[in-house]
T-cell receptor, first 113, second 113 residues
Framework: SQTIHQWPATLVQPVGSPLSLECTVEGTSNPNLYWYRQAAGRGLQLLFYSVGIGQISSEVPQNLSASRPQDRQFILSSKKLLLSDSGFYLC????????????FGQGTRLTVV | GENVEQHPSTLSVQEGDSAVIKCTYSDSASNYFPWYKQELGKGPQLIID?????GEKKDQRIAVTLNKTAKHFSLHITETQPEDSAVYFCAAFGNSGNTPLVFGKGTRLSVIA
């Protein structure tokens, strides 16, 4: 069966520090991968998605970047965190780009102080 | 691109009553409409979905209806229980072939015992 792992579960980082969140998927090949951010009381904002190794689409301009070094690995990064980067970050995968079930990780609660 | 509006943002019901959450979408070519449930501190999970070739789908206490002419779809939960308390998200697939799911902003449902 397929599983998605996301870590760390919680993270407290100072302003200006770098960020690296990792997501891996097991049990499937060539998944479509996504990073979402959920601010307190807000909806799911799509940040990046990837349809293959090295292919990254950005939905909103921001202080973050994403990379997909391997088929089932998706990384969210920042060189210098801002206070506004605080939020709940979710990784997800699907078999096709939009019209099938999305499987979400457990999320990372990031607090920038 | 696709735009999904979800109402209400919060909903409180007495245990045993029904709850209805409504969403509208903008892309008349959309053909896939899932609903996700997010419990506190976790990632969203698919609870039911509907495709554009049907008008209604039921799964025990949960049902989804779709009105393609009006471009809206609704989630119905009957005989609500405290464990139904969560944030619910609707989503639509824009059918452009190369864009991911677009989510609504979510509804926080509270079932009062």
């Amino acid at each position: 069966s397929q599983t998605i792992h996301q870590w760390p579960a919680t993270l407290v980082q100072p302003v200006g520090s770098p960020l690296s969140l990792e997501c891996t998927v097991e049990g499937t090949s060539n998944p479509n991968l996504y990073w979402y951010r959920q601010a307190a009381g807000r909806g799911l904002q799509l940040l990046f998605y990837s349809v293959g190794i090295g292919q990254i689409s950005s939905e909103v301009p921001q202080n973050l970047s994403a990379s997909r070094p391997q088929d089932r690995q998706f990384i969210l990064s920042s060189k210098k965190l801002l206070l506004s980067d605080s939020g709940f970050y979710l990784c997800a995968w699907t078999l096709t780009l939009g019209n099938t079930e999305a499987f979400f990780g457990q999320g990372t609660r990031l607090t920038v102080v | 691109g696709e735009n999904v509006e979800q109402h209400p943002s919060t909903l409180s019901v007495q245990e045993g009553d029904s709850a209805v959450i409504k969403c509208t979408y903008s892309d008349s070519a959309s053909n896939y409409f899932p609903w996700y449930k997010q419990e506190l501190g976790k990632g969203p999970q698919l609870i039911i979905d509907i495709r554009s070739n049907v008008g209604e789908k039921k799964d025990q206490r949960i049902a989804v209806t779709l009105n393609k002419t009006a471009k809206h779809f609704s989630l119905h939960i009957t005989e609500t229980q405290p464990e139904d308390s969560a944030v619910y998200f609707c989503a639509a697939f824009g059918n452009s072939g190369n864009t991911p799911l677009v989510f609504g902003k979510g509804t926080r449902l509270s079932v009062i015992a």
